[in-house]
């Protein structure tokens, strides 16, 4: 009997890959997900918790695609891994923090590996020649495979023909005839492809699906290291970056501050690692202090505090202060003015 070919598929859970996964379905491939966590994903708590995302599904893409194509999807913890990819990218950062061709290059690695202890027989993703500046360019596109060391294992349905005949083409276990030829940014071609595969629900492109690709994550990260004075990171740190307001009024702390009551139940799961404060005399958000401040900073702190309460335009507000061993005190402080030094602080 001839053996049915095995590939394995990048599922990030947007359009692209669920496409490049049914058109590799469509030509008898038994196909699997595999989806690598870093921890900087877009999707994930930050919809679930906030009120401005109340209309965004609560839902994980990459495992909802897997299901609606009825494949098995495996998740990946690839945190601890994953930071020096971060903190020392070969090819370089974007825009912002984002090192996208390392990135890329390390999640496909992680993939030959995966197909290797699993005796799968090559790697799709859905990649779109051109569509990312980084690295889905024609120049870059051979580096991830190159320096991955998938080589002729990794195919690009999507934009197969713009590129070299890979050995699952060569062996037969594909017909390049039936790939695609899909390039630049728009995203046309991709929707009139799902409206032939009947896929009228999935996820919408916004800048991709990685918290480093935005300026003011990028921002909130390179002052952690900074204040820091180390670049690493931990699993809390990345998720806290994630919510609320982050104001550094002097370099030996920061104020971490909800936005709304989503936000406020999340930071109080942190209340017992962080100084924090609440307001006791009007309604207010939780705040958190990350780093070693002295009396003067707490009380600005306060003062900072009560300017995002109802009792901003009072002339005292009571604010609640409890320390690092449990112990509580009382502050009364005079909400501090909405003025131009307050906006500079803002991380």
């Known amino acids: ?14 359009l692209d890959s669920m496409l490049a996964v049914k058109v590799i379905q469509e030509q008898g491939i038994h196909v699997e997900g595999i989806n690598f966590f870093t921890g900087f994903c877009v ?17 994980n893409n990459a495992l909802w695609v897997a299901e609606q194509l009825g494949m098995k999807l495996h998740i990946v913890d690839v945190i601890e891994e994953y930071k020096d990819v971060l903190l020392n990218p070969k090819h370089g950062y974007g825009a912002n923090l984002n090192p996208c061709l390392d990135c890329k290059k390390f999640m496909v690695h992680k993939a030959v590996e995966w197909i290797e202890k699993n005796g799968f027989d090559f790697i799709i993703t859905g990649e779109v020649m051109g569509q990312r500046p980084m690295s889905q360019r024609k120049d870059t596109m051979p580096i991830v495979a190159q320096e991955s060391g998938a080589d002729d294992l990794l195919l690009r349905p999507l934009c197969a023909k713009l590129l070299p005949e890979t050995k699952p083409e060569r062996e037969g276990w594909v017909k390049r005839e039936n790939l695609y030829n899909f390039s630049g940014r728009s995203r046309k071609p991709q929707m009139a492809l799902a409206e032939k595969f009947g896929f009228d629900d999935y996820a919408q492109p916004a800048g991709g699906c990685c918290f480093l690709t935005d300026a003011s ?4 990260l390179t002052d952690l290291w900074r204040a820091r004075g180390d670049r690493n990171y931990e699993m809390d740190d990345v998720m806290l970056l994630k919510v609320g307001r982050h104001i550094r009024p002097r370099d030996n702390f920061k104020l971490i501050i909800g936005r709304e009551e989503g936000e406020n139940n999340f930071l109080s799961g942190y209340k017992k690692r962080f100084i924090n404060m609440h307001i006791t005399s009007h309604r207010g958000p939780l705040l ?3 780093g070693r401040p002295d ?50 602080w803002h991380v």
């Open 295 to 344: 009396h003067p900073d707490l009380e600005l702190a306060a003062q900072i505090l009560a300017r995002y309460s109802q009792g901003r335009d009072e002339s005292e507000v009571s604010v609640e202060v409890t320390d690092l061993e449990g112990n509580v005190t009382n502050m009364v402080v005079k909400p501090m003015p909405a003025d131009s030094i307050l906006k500079k």
């Open 1 to 14: 009997m001839i053996k049915q070919p095995k590939a394995v598929a990048l599922v990030s859970g947007g």
């Open 217 to 220: 994550y990028s921002a909130k």
């Open 288 to 290: 958190l202090v990350d």
């Open 43 to 59: 999707e994930g708590h930050t919809h679930a918790i906030r009120k401005k995302d109340s209309a965004k599904p609560k839902r």
